[in-house]
């Protein structure tokens, strides 16, 4: 089993930036397709980004160009640069990770993934 734990969340002003993190309990990242979903209240869970092994990462169209999803085999984590945040973008960001690699038309569907965070709360204010 393995777990995973997101940090970084927290308040942030329109316009600013904050780094997600997620630590799985064993080594992953670099072989595993790894992605972090967001859910808003009253929303239903949403793709955000992703990225494997091997490939370029893969956005939500709402966070292009904002977010950035990235590795850091050395260190195990994945992590979501997020800039340019707005009161969208306010929900609980989750963690997820793949079982193995997966094909480019599987990322963004949620029963891809075998194993989920606890989620951390990002929230944006006026």
């Known amino acids: 089993q393995v777990h995973l734990v997101e940090s970084g969340g927290g308040l942030v002003e329109i316009g600013g930036s904050l780094r997600l993190s997620c630590a799985p309990s064993q080594r992953i990242v670099s072989s595993n397709t790894m992605a972090w979903f967001r859910q808003a209240p009253g929303k239903e869970r949403e793709f955000v980004a992703a990225i494997g092994p091997f490939s370029s990462p893969t956005y939500t169209n709402s966070v292009k160009g904002r977010f950035t999803i990235t590795r850091d085999n050395a260190k195990n984590t994945v992590n979501l640069q997020m800039n340019s945040l707005n009161p969208d973008d306010t929900a609980v960001y989750s963690c997820?990770?793949?079982?193995?690699?997966?094909?480019?038309?599987?990322?963004?569907?949620?029963?891809?993934?075998?194993?989920w965070g606890q989620g951390t709360q990002v929230t944006i204010s006026n």
């Open positions: 997820a990770a793949a079982s193995s690699r997966l094909i480019q038309s599987r990322l963004r569907t949620q029963s891809a993934y075998t194993y």
